[in-house]
């Protein structure tokens, strides 16, 4: 054989392994996705998936630096899935801050959460906006397999019954927090 003939033999080989490697994370990526199929997002009127936390921002609940959903029923809970490279995120960023200042005394609380974000660019961000309300980093993506987020900014109006009351897929406004708020501090 000579030595282009080999060449040609050892290139087509790593054609073929290419080749079979993507068709397997392709399957694998199908097998994956049809799982998650079946999968239920919590919607309005379904009780809130509990999580546990270990908040990143130097916010401590009830004076400890992890908390849990249940930890705060009989709250409004303003639940916001985020990411520091998230563009939506950055627009409502200021708008979840205000609103945190706002209600913070009613018995409502923005409770953050970094989704698939390396920790330093989440404490980035938060500095940037002076992010103030209890935040914390999503590890293993836990809550948000739970909440079967699509993508973020995702928010979920929680009552104080610990139910979802409202779920929003995008960026929140000033007007939905306010309305949404209102009824839930109501009832």
Request: aromatic letters at 12%.
């Amino acid at each position: 054989m000579t030595n282009s003939t080999q060449t040609k033999a050892s290139g087509l080989n790593w054609i073929n392994i290419a080749i079979w490697a993507a068709v397997i994370f392709i399957l694998i990526l199908t097998g994956w996705g049809l799982s998650r199929a079946n999968a239920v997002r919590p919607e309005a009127g379904q009780p809130a998936p509990n999580f546990n936390v270990e908040f990143f921002n130097g916010y401590e609940w009830e004076t400890k630096p992890v908390g849990s959903l249940d930890d705060m029923r009989g709250n409004v809970v303003v639940l916001n899935f985020w990411a520091s490279w998230c563009i939506e995120c950055r627009y409502e960023a200021d708008l979840l801050e205000e609103s945190w200042q706002r209600y913070r005394d009613q018995g409502v609380i923005f409770l953050g959460v970094a989704w698939l974000d390396a920790e330093h660019r989440a404490h980035g961000y938060l500095e940037e906006f002076n992010i103030t309300y209890p935040n914390a980093p999503d590890l293993g993506s836990r809550i948000a397999r739970n909440y079967e987020i699509t993508g973020v900014p995702e928010t979920f109006f929680i009552g104080k019954d610990g139910t979802i009351a409202h779920v929003v897929i995008g960026p929140v406004s000033q007007q939905m927090i306010d309305v949404v708020v209102t009824d839930l501090l109501a009832q």
